[in-house]
């Protein structure tokens, strides 16, 4: 699909690769952007920054109510959209220990908002017979990425989710794509390594960290295309290669990694036990 005179709803827009997102649809000729946030005020000030075909707005994508009515909202103003990018995103950090709000977050952000925004977008876009769902994933979601198990859980789970929606829709005109970077220097990262997140240091030592720039110019290269598999940094083409074909193998060289954290201090804190049945 080319960006020319179209209209795509951006959720997360407010920084990081939403923001990106938003710059690269404005120079290939977007007709409009809608920024979708949390955090509605930063997505107003992205939104200045791209241009008056730029809107910011306040959406908590976990609600299903809220996203309902921006699409509403967005097709009574626009006339239709032509592209949902579903990139809001979070990471809690952490392995089984990550408490049941952290697990419930990940699984409402990363995977239940796509799923919200599918359900709205899909009437319109199957009845005109086109439209384009981008749902930012991670390399997280075809690989593991260590240290972080509810993002490795839930990524995988949307990468699942874009891909049953294709094999579904892609026949009736609908087309999506799972974005998939690895390392990609935005708050998500650098909040991560504030934190002492062993993922985010190890993504951030790999040496493998691309500007959100660049996962937007290779987003719009992988649309023009429509493929269903975006992935900035082409290494992970070939980790999920040698992943596939040999998954013992695979993870026992993820297994070095982690016996070399743990050697390093990096020892992830034992998992509590279940709390009582009531
Ligand atoms: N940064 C990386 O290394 C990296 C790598 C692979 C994939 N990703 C994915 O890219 C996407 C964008 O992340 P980013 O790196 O730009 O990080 P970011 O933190 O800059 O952006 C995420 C945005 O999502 C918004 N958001 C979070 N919860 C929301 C909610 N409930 N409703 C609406 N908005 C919400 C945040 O306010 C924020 O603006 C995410 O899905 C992330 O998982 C990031």
Redesign the pocket.
């Known amino acids: 699909m080319n960006l020319t005179g179209r209209v795509a709803v951006i959720?997360?827009g407010?920084?990081?690769?939403?923001a990106a997102l938003a710059r690269r649809f404005a120079a290939e000729g977007a007709a409009a952007l809608i920024l979708?946030?949390?955090?509605g005020g930063?997505a107003e000030a992205v939104a200045a920054t791209v241009g008056p075909l730029a809107s910011g707005v306040a959406?908590?994508?976990?609600d299903e109510e809220q996203v309902r009515a921006l699409v509403a909202e967005t097709e009574r103003r626009y006339g239709q959209i032509d592209v949902f990018c579903a990139?809001?995103?979070?990471?809690t950090g952490g392995g089984v220990e990550v408490d049941n709000a952290g697990w419930d977050r990940a699984w409402q952000?990363?995977v239940l908002s796509h799923v919200y925004a599918a359900r709205a977008v899909l009437p319109a876009m199957l009845a005109r017979g086109s439209g384009y769902l981008l749902h930012?994933c991670?390399?997280a979601g075809v690989l593991t990425a260590v240290g972080d198990a509810p993002y490795t859980t839930t990524k995988h789970a949307a990468v699942g989710f874009a891909e049953w929606l294709s094999v579904t829709y892609r026949d009736q005109g609908l087309r999506v794509s799972a974005l998939c970077?690895?390392?990609?220097d935005?708050?998500?990262?650098a909040t991560g390594l504030a934190a002492g997140h062993l993922g985010a240091q190890v993504?951030a030592a790999s040496g493998a960290v691309l500007s959100?720039d660049e996962v937007a110019a290779a987003a719009v290269a992988g649309m023009a295309e429509e493929r269903f598999l975006i992935l900035p940094h082409p290494e992970v083409a070939d980790y999920a290669r040698r992943r596939a074909e040999d998954p013992d193998g695979w993870q026992s060289g993820l297994r070095k990694l982690v016996r070399r954290l743990r050697a390093a201090g990096h020892e992830p804190p034992p998992p509590s036990p279940p709390p009582p049945s009531p």
């Open positions: 959720t997360g407010a920084g990081g690769i939403g979708a946030d949390l955090d930063a959406v908590d994508v976990t990139n809001a995103g979070v990471s952000v990363n930012t991670s390399a970077p690895q390392g990609v935005t708050p998500m990262l993504i959100p």
